[in-house]
C-alpha cells in the first residue's frame, strides 16, 4: 500500500530534550510538509521541501529542524528552543510543490512535553 | 497572501439532516480552494477541491460545495449525514500566483451527529 507513515503515534518529552519525528512515503512523491496543528488554530507550515537536499522555513520554524537527505524521508526535530512544542504534528506530500497538486497527510504523531 | 475564515468553530446536526460548512476566503484573485475532513486523531483527508471550471464540485462521501466568487465562499454542503460524518473538517486555500503551492488552513469546524 502507498502512503506516509509517521512515528511514533504518541511521544513524550521531557523539557530541554530534543525529540525527531519520523515522516516516509512511498508514494514517490517529490514535495514534503510538515504542519502543527493546536486546538482551534487549523494547520500551520513549519518546515517543507520541494525536493530532495533542499527545504525551506514555513511560518512557524523557530525551534525546529529538518533535513532531506532521502525523497522518501523527511525528519523533523523538535529542539530545546521550541518553547511550546507540545502538538499535534502532521507530516503530508504531493506529487510536486505546486498549488493543483493535491497534499496527503499521514496519521500524525501527538507529542506532549513533561 | 491568501487567508481563510471557518466562521463555525462547532456544529451539531441530526443523523439524516442535512449540512451545511461555511468558508470564506480572501484573495487577490481567484484561488485553488480544497475542503479536507479528519476523524480524531488522524491525518486529513482530501473531500473535494476547486480549481476553475464548474462551480459546484463533487466529492467523495458525498459531499458537495459550492465555489462563489461575489461572496469570496467555499461552502460544503451534504444532503443527508451519517454518524459517520462526525469529523473535524478544514477548508484550504492555495495561491495561484506563488512558485509553490503553499496552503493557507482554517481553524476548522467540529461536527457532532446526534442519533
Known amino acids: 500500500d502507498g502512503g506516509i507513515t509517521q512515528s511514533p503515534k504518541y511521544l513524550f518529552r521531557k523539557e530541554g530534550q530534543n525529540v525527531t519525528l519520523s515522516c516516509e512515503q512511498n508514494l514517490n512523491h517529490d514535495a514534503m510538509y510538515w504542519y502543527r496543528q493546536d486546538p482551534g488554530q487549523g494547520l500551520r507550515l513549519i518546515y517543507y521541501s520541494q525536493i530532495v537536499n533542499d527545504f525551506q522555513k514555513g511560518d512557524i520554524a523557530e525551534g525546529y529542524s529538518v533535513s532531506r537527505e532521502k525523497k522518501e524521508s523527511f525528519p523533523l526535530t523538535v529542539t530545546s528552543a521550541q518553547k511550546n512544542p507540545t502538538a499535534f504534528y502532521l507530516c503530508?506530500?504531493?506529487?510536486?510543490?505546486?498549488?493543483?497538486?493535491?497534499?496527503?497527510f499521514g496519521p500524525g504523531t501527538r507529542l506532549t512535553v513533561l | 497572501a491568501q487567508s481563510v475564515t471557518q466562521p463555525d468553530i462547532h456544529i451539531t446536526v441530526s443523523e439524516g439532516a442535512s449540512l451545511e460548512l461555511r468558508c470564506n476566503y480572501s484573495?487577490?484573485?481567484?484561488?485553488?480552494l480544497f475542503w479536507y475532513v479528519q476523524s480524531p486523531g488522524q491525518g486529513l483527508q482530501l473531500l473535494l477541491k476547486?480549481?476553475?471550471?464548474?462551480?459546484l464540485v463533487q466529492g467523495i462521501k458525498g459531499f458537495e460545495a459550492e465555489f462563489k466568487r461575489s461572496q469570496s465562499s467555499f461552502n460544503l454542503r451534504k444532503p443527508s449525514v451519517h454518524w459517520s460524518d462526525a469529523a473535524e473538517y478544514f477548508c484550504a486555500v492555495g495561491a495561484t500566483t506563488d512558485s509553490w503551492g503553499k496552503l493557507q488552513f482554517g481553524a476548522g469546524t467540529q461536527v457532532v451527529v446526534t442519533p
Open positions: 476547486y480549481f476553475s471550471g464548474d462551480t
Open positions: 503530508a506530500s504531493s506529487l510536486s510543490s505546486t498549488s493543483t497538486d493535491t497534499q496527503y
Open positions: 484573495y487577490g484573485a481567484t484561488p485553488y
